[in-house]
């Protein structure tokens, strides 16, 4: 019976978890928006930057969106 080789990972060699670093909100073409999120890096691992679209109607949804990521308390439409 033929052995496999086995890797013992080691610590650096574990994939980061993504660690949120920053958004970046911009306006999309369909008069909507973008919201990206920007990852923190560590050693030899990059997390590409992740896009998340808004439609034009959805406005509060973005705003709820970010608020979440960026750990902000507020009072929605709901509260208000």
């Known amino acids: 019976m033929a ?11 574990k994939p980061a978890k993504k660690k949120l670093h920053h958004l970046e909100v911009s306006r999309g073409k369909n008069r909507g928006f973008i919201v990206t999120h920007h990852f923190q890096t560590g050693g030899m691992h990059f997390h590409e930057p992740e896009d998340h679209v808004f439609g034009e109607s959805e406005g509060q949804d973005m705003l709820d969106h970010v608020a979440k990521h960026m750990q902000v308390e507020h009072p929605g439409e709901e509260g208000e």
């Not at 052995?3 to 060699?13: F, L």
């Open 3 to 13: 052995k496999s080789a086995g890797y013992d990972w080691k610590e650096e060699d």
